[in-house]
Structure formats: C-alpha cells, structure tokens
C-alpha cells in the first residue's frame, strides 16, 4: 500500500491550484474555512466517526473487506495507513463532490472511484462487506422529482414541508431515495456484515396533520401517527433496517425541526450502526 509519508509530503497548491477559476471545491474551502480544511483535510484527521471497536475487528481479522461510501478525500484509508491497518484490510471507496477531492486522495496515493449511491453498485452480485461505512453524506439525498427514478407512472404532488403525495401515500419528499440508497448499500453487506450511518440530521420534514376520522379508523391518535411519520433520514434509515430484521447497535440523535439557524460545526448530528444477521446454510449459522 502507499506509505504512511505521502499523507503529510503531499503538494496542496496542486490541489488548490488546479482551477484556475477557483471554483473546485478545494478552492472554495480552503479560501472559507482556513481552519477546518488544515485540520480535516491537510492534517487528514482521524475520523470521529469512527469507533475504537473496529480497529479491533480488523486486527482480530474478523472484518477483512471494507467499503468506504462517499469517501470525499479518502481520510478513511489515510487514518488505516497511521494506524497500521491498510494491509489488513481490503478498502474501497468511492463519491466525490468534484474532482479536486480525487486528486487530494491521488496526491496521498489513495483510491477511488465516482458512483452515485442512488444506483447498483457497480461490484459482483456476491461481493460483500464486513463493514459499510458512511460519515457525513446522507444529508445530500435530494428530494424526488415526477418522473424521476422511482415514481415513474405515480402522481406525484409536492404538499410543502418536505412532504409529498405519492399517488394517495404521503411521505417525505426523499423516502424513495433513502429506500434506493439504503437498498444498494444493504445489497453488500456480508453476513453478520455492519452497516455505520453518521451525518447532520439536515432538512426536517413535517408530518401532515390526520383529521379525527382518520386517526379513528386507524385505531391510532394523531400524535402517534405523526410520531411514526419518518422525519428525517434518521427516522427512516433505523424503520428500513428493522424490516429487514438488522440488529440495531447504536442509535443516536433525533430528528429536529428547529427555528434555530445551527453554526456548521453545531448542526444536529444523528448515528445508527446496525448489523445483518448471520447466514446459514443448511440450518447453520455463518457468519
């Protein structure tokens, strides 16, 4: 693997530099947030994200394939390489906002290749991870539009607040993009295969408000149904994973809908860990 040396030799000013119209977003943050792009990036921080628990998996040999989504400028392998755990590990990653991230992680000697989570990734039906981590992306899943993928042939009306009309089922505007983008990356984890989310709660939809009659005839009152009305990624990310019967292990944070105006480094943050169970085969648990 590339050597723990190319993380600090590495040439900033061919990153910076390599627009000369200054609009990369190399460019734009280092001229915005001085601070946070030495310390994030040009130090290549540890990621917080990340828990002590996995250095063990992975030096215990039990986690051996990794899959870093939206890897950005690939501060993941950068930390296994100071940590002596690139050689352990089979690491991919993958998801940039623009190709001055790619060349920040070719400058350190990193891989990594563009998808969008939104569609299949392009890797074996049976390839598997035993861990799939994502830190800092979820809150970029956009909204749907008519037409678009997912609701072809259904109605689709926008009802404010985040929250849109699916041919009579109403839901937050992004459910059926947090359902494509949990389904690709849950598709790749191995059996007892962990799958780590962690990001900013970000937008916050409203739920619609049930009329009496309806609550009624659901057995249910309008608060509760509108407690069960998933929010947030947050909401709906732990919902998915229980349907299909993962193990939560950490869950943090709560969807907040908040006049407030958060500093960037003060945002609401939300984490859910959670664990596919084993595999068995001929009535035999694998793992």
Not at 6 to 32: I, K
Not at 217 to 229: K, N, S, V
Request: glycine letters at 10%; one cysteine or more.
């Amino acid at each position: 693997g590339a050597s723990v040396g190319r993380l600090d030799a590495w040439q900033e000013g061919a990153v910076v530099g390599a627009d000369p119209a200054n609009r990369s977003w190399a460019a734009n943050y280092s001229r915005t947030n001085p601070v946070a792009w030495g310390y994030n990036y040009v130090q290549a921080r540890d990621k917080w994200e990340w828990r002590p628990s996995y250095d063990d998996e992975i030096r215990s040999g039990r986690w051996t394939r990794v899959l870093d989504a939206g890897a950005g400028t690939c501060s993941l392998d950068a930390q296994f390489r100071r940590r002596g755990l690139r050689d352990r590990v089979l690491l991919m990653a993958f998801g940039f906002y623009d190709c001055s991230m790619a060349r920040l992680c070719a400058e350190r000697g990193s891989l990594i290749w563009q998808w969008d989570w939104l569609r299949p990734l392009p890797v074996c039906r049976a390839c598997g991870f035993d861990l799939v981590f994502q830190a800092e992306g979820v809150h970029h899943t956009p909204r749907v539009k008519p037409g678009g993928p997912g609701t072809e042939g259904l109605p689709l009306q926008y009802l404010g607040h985040g929250v849109c009309d699916f041919g009579g089922r109403v839901a937050d505007c992004r459910e059926p993009n947090w359902a494509r983008a949990l389904a690709h990356l849950g598709a790749h984890l191995a059996c007892n295969g962990t799958l780590h989310l962690q990001d900013k709660i970000g937008k916050v939809s409203r739920p619609p408000r049930l009329g009496a009659d309806a609550a009624d005839r659901a057995g249910d009152g309008p608060e509760a149904a509108e407690a069960a009305f998933p929010r947030c990624w947050l909401d709906y990310a732990r919902a998915w994973a229980e349907r299909e019967g993962m193990a939560v292990v950490e869950h943090r944070g709560y969807c907040l809908r908040s006049r407030r105006r958060f500093a960037a480094d003060k945002q609401p943050k939300g984490t859910l860990v959670v664990r596919k169970a084993a595999c068995a085969v001929h009535g035999k648990a694998l793992s």
